[in-house]
C-alpha cells in the first residue's frame, strides 16, 4: 500500500508553532495549489490544504516560511476526526510532511544569504535559537563558479 503526497504552493499565512504537552514541536499551514486545468469559465482554480509538521523541522518552518513563500511538501494524507465543542464529528483532511523544502528566498534574504530549498544555511550568519546546533554551510552557494572534475571520478 502506498500513501504519498507530493506538493508544490504558496503559504496562504504565517506557519502556527505550537508544542504538545510533552514539549514536541508542531506547525501547521495551509498551501494554496493551483489545480493543472482551469475551471469551466477558464479560471484558474486553487486547492487549499491543510498541513502539519513535527518536531525539529516544526521549529525551522516556522522561523522562516511566511504568507506567500513557495514550498514544497513530501508527506501523507491523514485524516482524523474529532468532536468539536458543539458536541458534533468534525473529519479533518491533512497533509502531515515528512519533509518541506523552501523554495523561494524570504524578502528579507538578500541574493547569497537565507535557506536553499534542502533547508541549509548559507554562508552568513543568522540568529537561531540557543537550542537549535548550527547549520551546516548551503553546499550550493558558489554554484555559478566552475566545478574541476577529472574523467575519473565520474560514475559512467
Do not use: C, H
Request: glycine share 8%; proline share 6%; hydrophobic share 35%.
Amino acid at each position: 500500500m502506498l500513501n504519498r503526497v507530493i506538493l508544490i504552493g504558496r503559504l496562504t499565512a504565517d506557519p502556527e508553532l505550537r508544542y504538545t504537552n510533552n514539549g514536541t514541536a508542531v506547525a501547521s499551514f495551509t498551501l494554496a495549489v493551483d489545480r493543472m486545468r482551469s475551471g469551466p469559465n477558464g479560471e484558474r482554480q486553487t486547492d487549499f490544504i491543510n498541513v502539519v509538521v513535527w518536531q525539529k523541522q516544526a521549529e525551522i518552518v516556522a522561523q522562516y516560511l511566511q504568507k506567500g513563500r513557495l514550498a514544497a511538501v513530501d508527506g501523507r494524507l491523514q485524516i482524523r476526526s474529532y468532536d468539536n465543542r458543539d458536541g458534533q464529528r468534525v473529519r479533518v483532511a491533512e497533509v502531515v510532511a515528512e519533509t518541506v523544502r523552501f523554495l523561494d528566498r524570504g524578502p528579507d534574504q538578500a541574493q547569497g544569504s537565507g535557506y536553499s530549498a534542502a533547508g541549509a544555511q548559507t554562508r552568513q550568519q543568522r540568529p537561531t535559537p540557543s537550542s537549535a546546533p548550527p547549520f551546516e554551510d548551503d553546499p550550493f552557494a558558489d554554484d555559478s563558479q566552475l566545478i574541476d572534475i577529472s574523467e575519473d571520478d565520474l560514475p559512467f
